[in-house]
């Protein structure tokens, strides 16, 4: 039975555990639970914005917790539109998003995780990574940016930088959206077809189409190798955008649930508090 039961975020657990790698060619990208439309889950997905603007606020008020969620996908994945309509009622004081592109000559003579951590949000934040440190051991990886000997150690890197931010207060959750190779194709046709849509296409997405299959490998191996207890990814099947909404959308309401942040308590006396005129 999946949906919202008495406060509870339901449905199933798509995350990674330590020791259960995945095969993401095992994991259907077409998955929906059954539902069909997107008008089925519309309710469900509208109260768990709901729920995550409100936890938010509760998150900010409190200021002693934040959350760090990332997103990674092949290109036309949905990261751009999982922003836009999971976070469509937080309150853009208190969240921000980083999206990442290749690095600067500045950041590229610092550590590789340097211009992350400096993006990193404080507590009482969301912050939103589109993009993340994972581009260190994805297409470094599949475009030999660095040799093996750079980029393999970058896995201990990496689950150490999240280790530091969730023992600092920032809880960790990676969203892989999964998606087709055969979605792909129509998403980049639809981006060509579309004149409102033409400034998202680059020439240089064919280029990495080509390279698929090297970037599943990349991908799978850093999610089995980075997934943890503390900072756990999930592969959400994404083909179906209105699926993979709910499904990010119920793992964070859950998240900022679990970490049930409070109002804090208000000054002493309020109550005989009068407003002069
Ligand atoms: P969209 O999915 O909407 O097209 P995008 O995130 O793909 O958005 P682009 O400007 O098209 O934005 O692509 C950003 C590029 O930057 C990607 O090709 C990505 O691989 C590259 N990139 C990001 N981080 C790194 C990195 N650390 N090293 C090298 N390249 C990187
Ligand atoms: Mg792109």
Not at 10 to 26: N, T
Not at 202 to 218: F, G, P, T, V
């Amino acid at each position: 039975m999946s949906g919202r039961v008495a406060g509870k975020v339901e449905g199933p657990d798509y995350r990674v555990f330590p020791g259960s790698p995945v095969r993401l060619a095992e994991i259907d990208p077409n998955e929906t639970e059954g539902y069909t439309r997107k008008k089925e889950v519309l309710p469900e997905l509208e109260s768990l914005r709901k729920r995550i603007r409100r936890l938010h606020e509760k998150l900010y008020a409190e200021n002693k917790r934040g959350l760090l969620i990332v997103l990674q996908a092949m290109d036309t994945g949905g990261k751009d539109g999982t922003i836009k309509h999971v976070f469509t009622e937080v309150n853009p004081q208190g969240c921000r998003v980083s999206s990442f592109k290749a690095p600067s000559a500045e950041e590229r003579n610092h550590d590789f995780l340097w211009r992350y951590h400096k993006s990193a949000p404080a507590v009482g934040r969301i912050g939103i990574f589109n993009r993340s440190h994972y581009e260190d051991v994805l297409v470094v990886r599949v475009k030999n940016l660095v040799p093996e000997e750079v980029w393999r150690p970058r896995y201990r890197m990496i689950r150490d930088f999240e280790w530091t931010l969730t023992h600092n207060r920032i809880s960790v959750l990676k969203f892989y959206l999964h998606i087709s190779k055969d979605e792909q194709k129509r998403r980049l046709q639809s981006r060509l077809d579309d004149p409102d849509k033409r400034w998202k296409f680059s020439k240089n997405d064919l280029a990495e189409r080509e390279r698929w299959d090297s970037y599943q490998e990349a991908f799978e191996e850093a999610i089995n190798e980075t997934s943890t207890e503390h900072a756990p990814w999930h592969v959400v099947p994404a083909n179906k955008k209105w699926y993979r909404n709910l499904v990010v959308a119920r793992a964070i309401a859950g998240a900022l649930e679990r970490l049930d942040p409070k109002f804090p308590p208000a000054e002493e006396g309020l109550d005989s508090v009068v407003i002069p005129d």
